[in-house]
């Protein structure tokens, strides 16, 4: 250890005295993630980082760090957009002689869409050999459904469904 720990802890006495504190576990990641420096996939990531058991995972946890992740699902994103976009307006103007996009056209975006979902699948698929399940959360409104939602993806009912707002309270877990 280089420098002295009594100098280490009297600097550290003086720092508490005047109202410092010791981070929180996650606490540097939440308040990027506040502060819009990170996206939620990138402050998942840290963790995929601490949790890597080997080079591919470590390689995966530092690749969605990195927001590759968060790139490849909004170039999806996108991709889906204009695929959406040339099929709505070819509906709009069915009676009309003009072909927005062909079939040919369609296909070929849609392989290339494909190859990316694959891609984020197998990244997924490697994140999730590290944690042995995929973590969600459900946020939103109260009485948006997501009570619901959960005991639907779940195939159980773990959360009661009511209409009245703030039914569910508590953090619910389901494996």
């Known amino acids: 250890m280089v420098g002295s720990p009594p100098l280490l802890e009297a600097v550290l006495q003086q720092l508490f005295a005047h109202g410092a504190r ?7 990641t939440l308040r990027a993630f506040l502060a819009g420096s990170i996206d939620l996939m990138q402050a998942e990531a840290v963790l995929g980082v601490i949790e890597a058991t080997d080079q ?3 390689k995966a946890a530092l ?5 590759g992740l968060s790139l490849r699902i909004a170039a999806l994103h996108e ?7 040339d099929l709505e307006a070819g509906l709009d103007f069915i009676e009309e002689d003009i072909e927005f996009v062909s079939r040919e056209q ?3 975006r849609l392989q290339s869409g494909r190859e990316l979902l694959s891609g984020l699948i197998s990244q997924s698929s490697t994140r999730m050999q590290s944690t042995g399940r995929h973590k969600v959360v ?12 959960l005991n639907a993806l779940s ?8 209409q009245t707002a703030g039914t569910t309270r508590d953090y619910l877990c389901v494996t």
Request: aromatic share 2%; net charge negative; charged share 20%.
């Open 79 to 85: 991709e889906l957009l204009l695929h959406l976009a």
């Open 63 to 67: 690749d969605q760090l990195g927001g």
């Open 106 to 108: 369609l296909s070929t």
């Open 138 to 149: 459900l946020a939103g409104l109260p009485n948006a459904g997501k009570s619901t939602l």
């Open 56 to 58: 591919r995972q470590l």
């Open 155 to 162: 195939d159980q009912e773990a959360a009661i469904v009511s």
């Open 22 to 28: 010791p981070a929180q576990r996650g606490e540097f």
